[in-house]
């Protein structure tokens, strides 16, 4: 068993990783709850720790001043026993009652001859009943006739309700990492000073449009909605996570881009990009539009399938496209 200070000290331990989250959410928000987090350590430690160590290092301790149990009822005086006094006089017999008749010949009869005298009585045995409404039936009730009204019919599944996080941001994180959040309606959102060692995350923007000029190592977009995206090259990946509606044109190369929880996507690739490795999860609606044969050849578009067909053969499953053709 832990000394009381060391189970102190690991309660906290585990408590401490929630402070810190508030500590993190809230730093820049609310100082209420920073200044809490940070009183609330304060009364963990030191304060209750020192309290423990000065007062109980051993822990709790039961009368360790005081005298034993034994001692100190046999210290206590005697309290003289008075005689048991006499016993009061019962109370005189209550009265007869005027009513002692008629109430001894108004109570029912009991037994079974009780139950056969009330049948035989005919109508006075339902005299006594109330008439049951219309709201206390349990059949055929008027608001329990069964018909369900039509609701309307919910979003996709892989749909989400946009809600403004915070604050438009546009901006270079410690020299590595472009965030660009919370942007609405901007049609003209430009990156023009970037390297290949810097990422670009996107997050909660809709109905805006973002140009990337130079190679960057990495592009997330999450969670946006009706957003575009033009870039010229990404050294890894480009990402798009958990969005509806987006717009991406790759205008120089990218080895690797991945659709990943999202409703509808349709991807521009140059020639430059037509060897991309396009990675799709429970993603739906997905177009990918490539460079005609010509110079002056428009877009074709391609579909990239969402229904597979999985069948077991030679002891190992085979995974096909389901493809539907016209009769």
């Known amino acids: 068993m832990n000394m009381p200070t060391s189970h102190v000290e690991e309660c906290w331990q585990m408590a401490e990783f929630y402070n810190n989250k508030i ?12 200044e809490w987090a940070k009183a609330l350590k304060e009364l963990y430690l030191p304060s209750l720790r020192d309290y423990v160590k000065s007062f109980y290092p051993l822990g709790l301790t039961w009368a360790s001043a005081g005298s034993a ?11 003289a026993k ?49 008439k049951v409404t219309d709201d206390m039936k349990t059949k055929n009730r008027a608001d329990r006739s069964g018909v369900v009204a039509i609701t309307e019919k919910g979003s996709r599944a892989n749909s989400f309700s946009f809600r403004k996080e915070g604050p438009p941001k546009l901006e270079l994180q ?14 003209n959102l430009v990156i023009d000073d970037c390297d290949s060692k810097q990422t670009v995350y996107v997050y909660g923007c809709r109905d805006s449009v973002l140009q990337v000029k130079g190679k960057v190592n990495n592009i997330t977009v999450d969670k946006c909605i009706k957003m575009g995206i033009v870039f010229m090259d990404v050294v890894a990946a480009c990402e798009i996570v958990n969005c509806n509606g987006v717009e991406v044109q790759c205008q120089g190369s990218a080895p690797t881009i991945s659709v990943d929880n999202t409703s509808g996507c349709q991807l521009y690739l140059s020639k430059d990009s037509l060897g991309a490795s396009i990675t799709t999860a ?15 050849s ?18 190992q499953f085979t995974t096909t496209a389901v493809s539907h053709s016209g009769g």
Request: hydrophobic share 35%; aromatic share 6%; glycine share 6%.
């Open 23 to 34: 500590l993190v959410e809230y730093r820049s928000k609310d100082a209420n709850h920073v």
């Open 69 to 79: 149990v034994v001692s100190s009822s046999a210290s206590a005086p005697s309290v």
């Open 82 to 130: 008075e005689p048991p006094s006499q016993a009061p006089v019962p109370p005189p017999p209550p009265s007869a009652s005027l009513f002692t008749s008629e109430a001894a010949s108004s109570r029912p009869k009991e037994g079974i001859s009780a139950v056969f005298q009330e049948i035989g009585s005919g109508k006075s045995v339902t005299a006594g009943l109330r």
């Open 174 to 187: 410690m020299g590595r990492k472009w965030a660009i959040e919370n942007q609405i309606g901007k049609k």
């Open 282 to 296: 429970k993603s739906s609606e997905i177009n990918v539009m490539v460079p005609g044969a010509g110079p002056e």
């Open 298 to 315: 428009d877009w074709v578009e391609h579909a990239l399938p969402q229904q597979f067909v999985h069948t077991f053969k030679n002891s």
